[in-house]
């Protein structure tokens, strides 16, 4: 439900957005999703959360991220934590929610609808805010992948929910193969 003169803005955490579209086969094609939400009204910002490697050679998530902020997006990022698991497997830890949640009630103010694509159930207080201020929250994220990719409380809070199964066709393309993504996995402190 969205309303053509409304002003609007996009709240993507980036590491959850990826495991879903990931869970259900496909690729976010991200030039495809912003021009879908300039379509549907009358778009402010789309922030895009991530942590980066900074210490790598080479960062698979780099390429990404720069196209991003040449390409419209406000770039939020933070240096990750890399760290052993207790099974020796490498993990990085970057958490990006209190960013997020503070650039939210920043632009509540200035606009009617925000769009938050994450499934964490640690929003639900931000969307809590965000509605007593005023301001339609949708969020995106899946109820179709095994096992679900959105907290159910998440998911009742928000005014609409979107599934992005649903978008698959509009803002999808087919996987690629990401070969340095397997090599380490992304906890969050959730």
């Known amino acids: 439900m969205f309303y053509k003169d409304e002003r609007l ?29 300039v379509r549907r009204g009358k778009m402010l910002r789309a922030f895009y959360y991530t942590a980066l490697l900074e210490n790598d050679e080479y960062s698979p998530i780099r390429p990404l991220v720069d196209w991003l902020h040449y390409n419209g997006f406000t770039m939020v990022t933070k240096s990750a934590k890399e760290y052993t698991d ?18 939210a009630m920043e632009l509540a103010p200035r606009v009617d609808h925000i769009v938050l694509f994450s499934g964490d159930g640690d929003f639900r207080p931000l969307i809590e ?26 998911r009742r809070q928000a005014d609409n929910f979107i599934e992005l199964d649903e978008l698959k066709e509009v803002i999808g393309r087919p996987p690629r193969e990401h070969p340095a993504e397997r090599s380490f996995e992304v906890a969050s402190s959730s």
Do not use: C, W
């Open 129 to 154: 805010s965000l509605q007593r201020q005023g301001v339609r929250v949708s969020v995106v994220s899946t109820i179709r992948s095994q096992p679900p990719m959105i907290a159910d409380e998440l």
């Open 9 to 37: 803005a996009l709240f993507i955490d980036g590491s959850n957005l990826y495991a879903a579209a990931k869970a259900l086969g496909f690729d976010i094609d991200y030039k495809l999703l912003r021009q879908e939400f």
């Open 86 to 103: 207790s099974q020796g497997r490498r993990k990085v830890k970057g958490n990006m929610d209190v960013e997020l949640a503070v650039d």
